[in-house]
């Protein structure tokens, strides 16, 4: 298998999927999704963290500033991408309520004034994609900006991906060495526990 062209395929067939969804559509799926992600049974597994990487949506992307709401509502402390122009890389500034934002790369929103958050202070990275499997597999946008930002956070911290339900497939998706997988995904219809999946499918295989 071509992993590259098989990824360009699943990303393009997933992009005009995500952005055939109407406004209304999108955010119900902010609203049960917000919902789903602090369910009590999440929420347990929460309770001990207090430190959360997240993104700022765009476009169709899972919505995120309700889940925003809900992580300062509960006082955690909260952090998102941000763009180094001269190093042409991301890396994570801290983010609150009252923190006035410019479009930046990309025209993704980050703060005008950016505090660099320190990595090993998040306990959970709430993390979009294209294309994700049950075992956590992930297809991003193709500028592996994840691929970079995700290794920088220390050894134990969560990945939970947030995604429509249509995004997530049963089959394993095409994968490279550098891709990394995801811990949970969380969607507007389920929550999937991929180490659970993984451990299973491994179980099965033999």
């Not at 925003?68 to 763009?83: N, T």
Request: charged share 25%; proline share 7%; with cysteine.
């Amino acid at each position: 298998m071509d992993i590259v062209a098989e990824k360009q395929r699943l990303r393009a067939e997933m992009r005009a999927r995500r952005d055939a969804l109407t406004h209304d559509e999108v955010r119900e799926a902010a609203h049960i999704g917000a919902n789903a992600l602090f369910n009590p049974r999440l929420m347990n597994l929460f309770s001990r963290f207090r430190g959360f990487a997240t993104y700022m949506s765009i476009g169709s992307e899972f919505p995120t500033d309700r889940i925003h709401h809900a992580l300062f509502s509960a006082g955690a402390s909260v952090c998102v991408p941000y763009y180094l122009p001269e190093a042409k890389e991301y890396a994570w500034a801290a983010f609150t309520p009252n923190d006035p934002l410019i479009s930046g790369h990309m025209r993704i929103p980050e703060p005008a004034d950016p505090r660099q958050a320190d990595p090993a202070m998040i306990d959970v990275a709430l993390i979009p994609g294209l294309v994700f499997d049950v075992c956590g597999g992930r297809i991003g946008y193709g500028g592996g900006v994840y691929d970079r930002l995700l290794p920088k956070l220390r050894a134990g911290t969560l990945r939970v991906a947030l995604a429509y339900d249509f995004q997530v497939q049963r089959e394993p998706l095409p994968q490279a060495a550098h891709d990394l997988t995801m811990d949970y995904i969380v969607t507007e219809k389920q929550w999937i526990d991929c180490r659970l999946a993984r451990r299973l499918r491994r179980e099965r295989n033999g």
